[in-house]
């Protein structure tokens, strides 16, 4: 007997969470996650049945272009299919691969900076060029096996990232959306944001597990191989605020200084290229004037000034309604960011997802790469105001690989992806 006061017997504490998750209904329609599993082996499956999707569509369309005659927008794609798959951005990661990097910046008859490539940063072509010593393949073989691989990687780190804070449907319909999304293909390709990816949510990770030593390890690397490893330099200091506030007695001296370099290691990683540009060049604003030189055919020549590239391409091209439109999207990105749904997630994804698109307003340019540039934020597809709401999963899968023709084709024949 428990001898509580009136001897009344105690009757067994339900959790409030329980009652409403029980008043839930369950939800209907195309729910993956109840048929498949979380192994390795399940991701992998699911992303290799996306892998061969996207190197279909892109096969598709490359056969279908040239059949009709179609002339390609990206230099050398009507070679091969392979060619196809290792252009454009792919094009300038061979130069380097092959040939490393200009000392002299290459500039038009006024004196300007011509697109060049001290954009692209080395890790990528490097593991290239590796792997080309190492087997004997060609850049255009080396690099897409590379993409797909570290793609792969990428997928499974995803739901490890999710599935501890939103449950095992949340996480695997983030996965799905993820490899079977609109601009997906790019990890079929020779490009550089598998890896990228790969290392940013590797980096979050390491967070949640408070592997600080590896987030350093991670952001470092990213921070050469993908513009953007300052957003996880930010959430490491969002990182350190909550826990702060919310783990103080469990945030010992050891710890703080852990974050603290991991921090500061990853911002000076990330500011770094740009001195090495001004140092092999011998010009100082080296890399700001080569990223600037994509701007010419959007915006003309206009010094850079930090948070208003989206102003200055609405402005330019919308006027005063292209100015609202851009406020419109921020709001509704704050909105998004600050639901309840979404701080679900987890304050290290929400501080890396919001970092990582702060980092975007402030310092890009809006063009037709804005959309896979914003692959690092797919850990909110994990949120259950998706994965709860099976007309919304159900459209935003389909939805997503419907699209990827359509983006493939817009891409390579009209302009570069």
């Known amino acids: 007997m428990s001898g509580e006061a009136g001897g009344a017997s105690s009757a067994p504490v339900v959790d409030p969470r329980s009652r409403l998750a029980g008043r839930r209904r369950p939800a209907r329609g195309l729910d993956l996650a109840g048929r498949l599993s979380g192994r390795w082996t399940t991701l992998l499956t699911i992303y290799l049945v996306s892998r061969a999707f996207s190197t279909t569509v892109l096969f598709v369309v490359y056969e279908v272009a040239s059949a009709a005659g179609a002339t390609f927008i990206t230099p050398g794609s009507d070679r091969s299919f ?25 500039t038009d008859a006024a004196g300007f900076v011509l697109p060049n490539e001290w954009a692209f940063l080395p890790v990528f072509p490097t593991l ?18 590379l993409a797909t691989g570290f793609g792969a990687g990428a997928a499974i780190v995803l739901y490890r990232l999710l599935e501890t804070r939103v449950g095992h449907r949340g996480a695997l319909w983030a996965v799905l959306l993820f490899c079977f999304g609109p601009m997906s293909f790019v990890m079929s390709v020779g490009y550089a944001e598998s890896l ?14 408070r ?63 740009p001195v090495v540009a001004h140092v092999v060049t011998g010009q100082a604003d080296a890399y700001l004037q080569t990223e600037m030189a994509w701007w010419v055919d959007y915006i ?11 102003f ?31 701080l679900r997630l987890g304050h290290e994804v929400v501080g890396f997802t919001v970092s990582f698109a702060l980092y975007l307003v402030a310092v890009f340019l809006p063009q037709q790469s804005l959309f896979r540039l914003l692959m690092p934020l797919s850990p909110v597809l994990g949120t259950p105001a998706i994965s709860e709401r099976a007309w919304l999963r159900r459209g935003m899968l389909i939805g997503g690989a419907a699209l990827q023709p359509v983006a493939v084709t817009f891409l390579w024949l009209f302009v570069a992806p």
Not at 300 to 310: A, D, E, K, S
Not at 319 to 337: D, T
Request: glycine share 12%; no cysteine; hydrophobic share 55%.
């Open 300 to 310: 003309g020549r206009p010094g850079f000034v930090p948070l208003t590239p989206w």
């Open 196 to 209: 990228s990816v790969l290392l940013l949510f590797g980096g979050v990770l390491a967070m949640q597990r």
């Open 128 to 145: 290239s060029h590796l792997l080309m010593v190492g087997t004997g393949t060609d850049f255009t073989v080396a690099s897409v096996l």
């Open 211 to 273: 592997n600080y030593q590896v987030v350093l390890l991670l952001g470092v690397v990213a921070a050469f191989t993908r513009p953007g490893a300052l957003a996880l330099a930010l959430a490491l200091a969002v990182h350190l605020v909550v826990r702060w506030r919310t783990d103080r007695a469990g945030l010992d001296r050891a710890s703080l200084l852990r974050i603290v370099v991991a921090g500061l290691g990853i911002a000076a990683a990330g500011l770094a290229w």
């Open 82 to 106: 392979l060619h196809f798959t290792a252009s454009w951005d792919a094009d300038r990661y061979r130069t380097i691969a092959l040939h490393g990097y200009p000392s002299v910046l290459p």
């Open 312 to 342: 200055l391409l609405a402005g330019r091209w919308l006027g005063v309604g292209g100015i609202v439109l851009v406020l419109a999207i921020i709001g509704a990105g704050a909105v998004f960011f600050t639901r309840r749904s979404t």
